[in-house]
């Protein structure tokens, strides 16, 4: 076993608990103390911190930390200059990517972002903003929001750029979507000196590897049964599959094992199809990974 460590940072606030859950499903454990930013992980070359996803790329770039997990919205406010390992699509409430939205109360007459000009707008991702109003050559006053930004218009601002998952908290607060800033999703990120070193590039690449296959997996089973062989190619038409499903020999010649991973969603429809067409002993079984 090596005698180095990987520095690697976490996510506190949001991202904390799926972070902490998507590493146990990759076979790393990590526990919390109320008391300490220094998580607990049963990898001794690792070690966790636990840092804002506001913060994060700005400690990798710098090399305080050698790797870490944020959202692409903060890699980009922050400007930081990073190697991107691998986009993991996961957030706080959904596998869907969050987005970054232009807001103004539902009844405000503003109908697109030009007519914002020389108005106030609260936000939390001020670069994102600011270079986003550039981009529509829109100038305006752009207030950073230090939260609770949803109920800063009318009186406090203009418009908001707020950062949405699901759009509740905005109908709850009366706000009405303009234009959409940015979609952004997790990202697995290094610093360049420490993806320049192979035992920590190896380390971080494996680590890697483990979080997506466990992503990959995600929503998917695996499905088994005994074919006759004179009904295997009708089976195989009603059998969606992740690759080429495996086909394996029995002990009795006549028939064969057929085994392959298909969407949870499509279980209900696709198992009284296949044991109508011949299929026998179907069995459904969950897989937590896969690697391809």
Known sequence: MSSRVLKLGIPSGSLQESTAAL?????????????????????PEIECMLIRAQEMARYVENGIL?????????????????????????????????????????????????????????????????????RHGVSALVEFSWGATEVKPPRLADA????????????????????????????????????????????????????????????KVGLMMNVHRDNLAQVLQFLPAL?????????????????TIVGEDVVRTAVPKLKSAGARGIVEYPISKIIE
């Open 23 to 43: 590493f146990s499903a990759a076979g790393y454990n990590i526990t919390f103390s109320s008391r300490s930013y220094f998580p607990a992980v049963d990898d």
């Open 243 to 259: 690759q080429t499903p495996t086909v394996s020999h029995l002990s009795d010649p006549e028939w064969v094992a057929v085994n």
């Open 66 to 134: 050698d790797a870490g997990i944020t959202g692409y919205d903060w890699v980009l406010e922050t400007r930081a200059d990073v190697q991107e390992v691998c986009e993991l699509i996961f957030s706080k409430a959904s596998r869907r990517p969050v987005r970054w939205v232009l807001c103004v109360p539902e009844d405000s007459p503003v109908q697109h972002v030009r007519e914002l000009e020389g108005r106030r707008i609260a936000t939390e991702v001020v670069g994102l903003t600011t270079r986003y109003l550039e």
């Open 160 to 219: 908001i750029v707020e950062v949405t998952e699901t759009g509740s908290s905005l109908r709850a607060n009366n706000l009405r979507i303009v234009d959409e800033v940015l979609q952004s999703t997790t990202r697995f990120i290094a610093s360049h000196k420490a993806w320049q070193d192979e035992w920590l590039r190896s380390k971080i690449e494996n680590i890697a590897l483990m979080l997506n296959s466990c992503l990959a997996a995600e929503g």
